[in-house]
């Protein structure tokens, strides 16, 4: 018997594919989410759009609020540790913690490593803005991959720009000649094997969710176009006027993406949607996906 | 009439599925709507999360007519969150099924995903060598039906049964290359 291997862990995120993962700050909204129909839940202390309003160091949650949320509901539940944080993460694992998000929506813990992944039992979740930082992540042992986005913004554009670079790179790597190839990785800064690892596949070896900005069932529908296996969806449920609506809603959506009669059917009457936040108002940096190397 | 098989493809890991039949040259189709059912002669429920398939079943309208083709005869092959959607109880659970399956099932029954393995797993309907069994959050089956038979297990509680034109393992062989279950799936639609 063998546990904590690369295919356990990339498998758990197959099993996520097509699903939604909602942020929730407490057992009531992990109890929302699921009912909603979400896949998976990810524990959080404050959702981003809070952690961009209070400013400061963002860590960690306290153990006790995810413990709690993992005691609420039966679906898996994620938590984040700090980029480079490996002892948070050694925490989390011990909490048995589903899944572990190495965010950028937290505070960088170390300005030049992130976590060697490899050597947990418990799986990760990495965030990316092109092809050769998923490639590293993945290289570092990352089971899944994120776009980055810009969190708490409720604005897909940063998503979309992300989700549209790593599949623009990907088509890219698998047209060039053999030759070409280790030119590529330097480029990108991504190891070789990796980079033969997605010529080999046509596409990225672990599952790619959509993150960041996310806020609409069309935002999520969007996302499974371009090439998303899911969606995250972090301030965009529990900031909005109804959050269980919307949450149904956004489920919905991911499923049936390509069927836009069910989509004008699904989008009516959400109420409020979370306040947005232009990209170009906020400076460079205070922008979270510019954390991270 | 030539077979289609049909994958469950509302959540999870339908492109699996869809994958292993492609290897055995069988027609396949996804289904996400109540007319994809029209089309095809047996169905896949994948690997995934068990209460958001159930809920997506209810929100198409899906659940009743699906137990009834089941209930008339139609195959169907269910891994990890499909065995739990088959099952007729769930321990502890009130969340949408087909309950077609005469088992009673314990869902994430080893832990949590830190506790999630692989193993080689003895399933004589198979033949003689094991298969390569991945378990993840999975389920088992604590009891089961005088009609259902067992047809492998770990720590005497069943992880793969067949009752008449219902397959259900715990496991996930979507996730490996042994086409071996997928082929004895088919051996119910002729």
Known sequence: MEQGTIRLKTGLAEMLKGGVIMDVTT??????????????????ERVPADIRAAGGVARMADPTIVKKIMDTVSIPVMAKARIGHF???????????????ESEVLTPADDKYHIDKRDFTVPFVCGCRNLGEALRRIAEGAAMIRTKGEPGTGNVVEAVRHCRQVMDEIRQLCALPDAEVPNFAKEAGAPLEVCLAVRKEGRLPVVNFAAGGIATPADAAMMMH??????????????????AKRAKAIVQAVTHYKDYTMLAEISRDLGEAMVGIDISTIPAGERMQERGW | MARCVGVLALQGAFREHMTALARLGVAAREVRKLQDMDAVDALIIPGGESTTIGKLLIDGGMLDPLRKRITAGMPVYGSCAGLILLCRNIEDSEQPRLGVLDATVRRNAFGRQVDSFETELSMPVLGVEPVSAVFIRAPVLTSVGDNVTVLAQINGQAVA??????LATSFHPELTTDSRIHSYFLTFTV
Request: proline share 4%; with cysteine.
């Open chain 1, 87 to 101: 002892v948070e993460a050694r925490i989390l694992e011990a909490m048995g913690v589903d899944y572990i998000d």
């Open chain 2, 161 to 166: 049964v067949r009752q008449d034109n219902v």
């Open chain 1, 226 to 243: 371009l090439g998303c296996d899911g969606v995250f969806v972090g301030s965009g449920i529990f900031k909005s006027g109804d959050p």
């Open chain 1, 27 to 44: 057992p009531e909204q992990a109890k929302i989410a699921e009912a909603a129909g979400a896949c998976a839940v990810m524990a959080l």
